[in-house]
């Protein structure tokens, strides 16, 4: 990540010293909303920052088009052979038809040594898996995604606020205990989760039927399931038959 003098690349640095303030911030406890106005940048850019590894933001300026990138193949294969020194590798492109400068060969080679020296690092999962394994009953986990999701809990305090509620939310659906869903919902909406706050508010729109729905024994299956039988049913027979022969069908079932 430094230029050919030695010195750290400006972009790069930019990029790690903006990401590693937004990490200590949100491991601090500050909503995103905090952070955009402190350091006075965009909402968007901080929830980029913030979802995202160091890695993934800097390979875009790590990995720039380049003129050389035509002879890529002949670099590396010179490299592994112990070459490492610019100005023999500019003469011998010069031989294979490059007319580019002495400095272009340094700038190349440069961004290749810390790909040769540095481990790279697993890929973040995506939020859909994350998702999924915060819905999963943690004994329901395999023990290498409870470690990983363990691991991207302790990073992230809004994301362990989540964990929490939908846990709670989901042992209340379980246990028909909707006595609880008030006292749910005051702590969803103490904490800085507006995704949160919009289910919160929906459901306090229909509060006497989700209550009830966490409460009573009853369950709409039954009906769902006629439903999806007939919504079969009707593409199975489209453009094949007239009405009365998907009458029959729905009244009479085979």
């Known amino acids: 990540?430094?230029?050919?003098?030695?010195?750290?690349?400006?972009?790069?640095?930019?990029?790690?010293?903006r990401h590693a303030t937004i990490q200590q911030l949100r491991t601090q406890g500050h909503s995103l909303a905090e952070i955009s106005r402190?350091?006075?940048?965009?909402?968007?850019t901080?929830?980029?920052?913030?979802?995202?590894?160091?890695?993934?933001?800097?390979?875009?300026?790590?990995?720039r088009p380049s003129a050389l990138d035509d002879h890529a193949g002949y670099i590396h294969q010179r490299r592994a052979e112990g070459l490492t020194a610019a100005a023999q590798l500019h003469a011998e492109l010069r031989t294979r038809g490059w007319h580019g400068s002495l400095r272009t060969v340094q700038r190349y080679l440069q961004r290749l040594r810390p790909a040769a020296t540095t481990?790279?690092?697993?890929?973040?999962?995506?939020?859909?898996r994350v998702t999924s394994w915060i819905m999963t009953k943690p004994?329901?986990?395999?023990?290498?995604?409870?470690?990983?999701?363990?691991?991207?809990l302790a990073r992230c305090p809004a994301l362990r606020a989540v964990r929490w509620h939908v846990a709670a939310f989901a042992a209340m659906m379980r246990e028909l205990s909707g006595e609880h869903v008030d006292s749910w919902m005051h702590a969803v909406e103490a904490d800085d989760l507006p995704d949160l706050h919009t289910l919160v508010t929906s459901?306090?729109?229909?509060?006497?039927a989700v209550t009830a729905g966490l409460t009573l024994p009853?369950?709409?299956?039954?009906?769902?399931?006629?439903?999806?039988?007939?919504?079969?049913?009707?593409?199975?027979?489209?453009?094949?038959?007239?009405?009365?022969?998907?009458?029959?069908?729905?009244?009479?079932?085979?």
């Not at 402190?38 to 968007?44: D, H, K, N």
């Not at 329901?140 to 999701?149: C, D, N, R, V």
């Open 38 to 44: 402190q350091l006075g940048v965009s909402f968007r």
């Open 46 to 63: 901080v929830q980029r920052y913030a979802a995202a590894n160091l890695d993934d933001l800097l390979a875009p300026a790590l990995h």
């Open 139 to 152: 004994e329901h986990l395999h023990t290498e995604h409870s470690a990983a999701l363990t691991a991207i």
């Open 218 to 254: 009853y369950s709409s299956g039954a009906v769902e399931g006629q439903v999806n039988r007939i919504k079969a049913l009707k593409r199975a027979m489209y453009g094949r038959a007239n009405l009365d022969l998907l009458r029959q069908r729905i009244l009479i079932p085979h």
């Open 1 to 17: 990540m430094l230029d050919v003098n030695g010195q750290p690349r400006p972009l790069l640095a930019r990029k790690q010293q």
């Open 203 to 208: 459901l306090r729109r229909d509060h006497a």
């Open 119 to 128: 481990p790279r690092l697993a890929p973040a999962p995506k939020p859909r």
